[in-house]
């Protein structure tokens, strides 16, 4: 009789199955909600890592550009002295094949700066920019509130926004 009343018994059957549902629904809801929190952890991991990427990208390009500005800003008074030496060519020398090498030398150097993405900084004629330009000296004859560059002493680089060397320039104030 007792091994009947156990097998037979549909009430205790249907509890113990109802325990198992109840059990086994409570299992699955902790799992979907384990499985929705590692994904969510995942989206962050994902995002840390491609802002870590992105961070690390723009300090190597960063650093590109400083190494650069640093590499150019050595070679600027050997720049300096080959546009000197080009200002102050002898007449009779001018058609001289020594001379045409020298000013082949330069555009060549004009040419490397400017794949390097170096530029010349403006300044004959241009308005006064404490950013761009630095002033040597001042002509306040005309007495008005426009400052212009007359004259450029040395010429200033600039790489993207990055300012390597200021052009040194003679400014005068103007009325217009």
Do not use: C, W
Not at 50 to 59: D, L, P, T, V, Y
Not at 128 to 152: C, Q, R, W, Y
């Amino acid at each position: 009789m007792s091994k009947k009343s156990t097998q037979d018994n549909p009430d205790e059957h249907k509890q113990k199955k109802t325990a198992n549902k109840s059990s086994t629904g409570a299992d699955l809801d902790s799992l979907s909600q384990q499985i929705e929190e590692l994904q969510e952890s995942l989206k962050r991991e994902r995002a840390d890592s491609e802002n870590i990427r992105r961070r690390h990208e723009g300090q190597l390009a960063e650093l590109k550009t400083y190494v650069t500005a640093d590499v150019i800003r050595s070679l600027l008074p050997v720049i300096d002295n080959i546009d000197r030496a080009q200002q102050h060519v002898p007449e009779d020398l001018v058609d001289n094949q020594y001379v045409k090498g020298i000013e082949s030398v330069i555009k060549q150097f004009a040419t490397t700066l400017e794949k390097l993405g170096v530029e010349r900084i403006s300044t004959d004629g241009e308005e006064f920019n404490p950013e761009l330009h630095e002033a040597v000296s001042m002509d306040d004859s005309e007495g008005g509130s426009k400052e212009i560059v007359t004259d450029e002493l040395q010429t200033g680089y600039k790489l993207g926004d990055h300012i390597i060397r200021h052009a040194m320039v003679n400014v005068k104030t103007s009325k217009k």
